[in-house]
C-alpha cells in the first residue's frame, strides 16, 4: 500500500508548482504556440507576451530572447533547456498540482522520485544559465547588470529547487530505511 507523505512543505511546493505553470506554458514556452495567439494586442496570450518584450527591454537577457529562430549561435543550448523545461518539468509540476491539490494526497514515493528530478535538473539549467553571465560581453552587461540578474531573477529558479531536491532526497532516503528495516525484521522473524 502506497504510503502518502503530507508534510507541510508540499504546501510551498504546491504554491511553486503553480507559479511555475503559467511561466513555462506562457513565456518560456510562448515561441512554441502559434503567434496568432500572442502576437495581436487583442490575442488571450498577448499579455505574456507584453511582460516578456518589457522584460527583454529593461534586462537585456539574452538567454531570455532565446526563440527557436534564433537557436544557431552562442546560446543554441537553451533550446535544449527550453525543451527539458517542456517535456520534463511540465508534466511533472502538473501531476504536482493534481496531487497536492486536486486529490490532496500528498506525495507517494514515486512522485518525490520525479520531484527530485524535477529539482535537480531546473537547479542545474539555472546554474548554468548564472554560470553563462559571467562570459557576457562586459560593454554590453556591466557588472551590475549581471549582478541584478543573477540575484534578483536567476538565484530563486537555483535556490527553491535546491531546497526541494534536499527535501525530496530526505524522503526518499526515509522511505529506503524504513524498506530496509522491515527487511532486517522479517529476516529476524
Same mark, same amino acid.
Given at each position: 500500500?502506497?504510503?502518502?507523505?503530507?508534510?507541510?512543505?508540499?504546501?510551498?511546493?504546491?504554491?511553486?508548482?503553480?507559479?511555475?505553470?503559467?511561466?513555462?506554458?506562457?513565456?518560456?514556452?510562448?515561441?512554441?504556440?502559434?503567434?496568432?495567439? #500572442?502576437?495581436?494586442?487583442?490575442?488571450?496570450?498577448?499579455?505574456?507576451? &507584453?511582460? *516578456?518584450? +518589457? #522584460? =527583454?527591454?529593461?534586462?537585456?537577457?539574452?538567454?531570455?530572447?532565446?526563440?527557436?529562430?534564433?537557436?544557431?549561435?552562442?546560446?543554441?543550448? /537553451?533550446?535544449?533547456?527550453?525543451?527539458?523545461?517542456?517535456?520534463?518539468?511540465?508534466? =511533472?509540476?502538473?501531476?504536482?498540482? #493534481? $496531487?497536492?491539490?486536486?486529490? $490532496?494526497?500528498?506525495?507517494?514515493?514515486?512522485?518525490?522520485?520525479?520531484?527530485?528530478?524535477?529539482?535537480?535538473?531546473? &537547479?542545474?539549467?539555472?546554474?548554468?544559465?548564472?554560470?553563462?553571465?559571467?562570459?557576457? +560581453?562586459?560593454?554590453? #552587461?556591466?557588472?551590475?547588470?549581471? *549582478?541584478?540578474?543573477?540575484?534578483? /531573477?536567476?538565484?530563486?529558479?537555483? =535556490?527553491?529547487?535546491?531546497? /526541494?531536491?534536499?527535501?525530496? &532526497?530526505?524522503? =526518499?532516503?526515509?522511505?529506503?530505511?524504513?524498506?530496509?528495516?522491515?527487511?532486517?525484521? *522479517? *529476516?529476524?522473524?
Amino acid at each position: 500500500m502506497t504510503q502518502y507523505n503530507r508534510s507541510f512543505k508540499n504546501h510551498i511546493w504546491l504554491v511553486w508548482a503553480l507559479l511555475q505553470l503559467p511561466i513555462i506554458l506562457f513565456i518560456d514556452g510562448l515561441d512554441f504556440l502559434p503567434p496568432s495567439l #500572442y502576437l495581436p494586442a487583442t490575442s488571450p496570450l498577448h499579455v505574456f507576451h &507584453a511582460l *516578456k518584450a +518589457d #522584460y =527583454i527591454a529593461q534586462h537585456n537577457d539574452p538567454i531570455a530572447q532565446w526563440s527557436p529562430a534564433t537557436a544557431a549561435g552562442h546560446d543554441s543550448w /537553451m533550446g535544449l533547456f527550453v525543451y527539458a523545461e517542456l517535456v520534463l518539468s511540465l508534466p =511533472i509540476l502538473l501531476f504536482t498540482v #493534481y $496531487r497536492l491539490c486536486v486529490q $490532496r494526497r500528498g506525495t507517494s514515493g514515486a512522485h518525490e522520485l520525479a520531484l527530485l528530478v524535477y529539482a535537480f535538473e531546473t &537547479a542545474f539549467t539555472t546554474l548554468t544559465c548564472i554560470h553563462d553571465t559571467l562570459y557576457w +560581453d562586459p560593454q554590453v #552587461y556591466s557588472v551590475e547588470a549581471r *549582478k541584478t540578474l543573477v540575484v534578483n /531573477m536567476y538565484s530563486p529558479w537555483l =535556490i527553491v529547487p535546491s531546497i /526541494m531536491f534536499i527535501d525530496m &532526497a530526505s524522503r =526518499i532516503l526515509g522511505r529506503i530505511r524504513v524498506a530496509d528495516a522491515a527487511v532486517e525484521t *522479517k *529476516k529476524t522473524n
